[in-house]
């Protein structure tokens, strides 16, 4: 018998959600809806994630916008 997560996010990495989150809003809509200043000066995959993986609850907030957009 094999177990499975009831985490939703399970399997899924921060660059996977936060490039989802980009096609859905673009950066424009990303930095709208999170205020955070890697989303709206400059913004790149990878200088946010450098950011994100720093920051705990900036990373919570997209974790639950991700969330929510999938709903």
Avoid at 4 to 12: E, I, Y
Avoid at 30 to 55: G, H, Q
Wanted: glycine share 4%; charged share 30%.
């Amino acid at each position: 018998m094999t177990k499975t997560s009831n985490d939703p996010l399970h399997g899924k990495t921060l660059q996977s959600i936060l490039e989802d989150l980009v096609d859905v809003y673009g950066w424009k809509g990303l930095s709208e809806r999170i205020r955070i200043k890697c989303f709206a000066n400059d913004p790149s995959i990878s200088s946010s994630l450098v950011f994100l993986r720093k920051t705990p609850w900036a990373r919570q907030k997209v974790e639950k916008l991700y969330l929510w957009t999938k709903r």
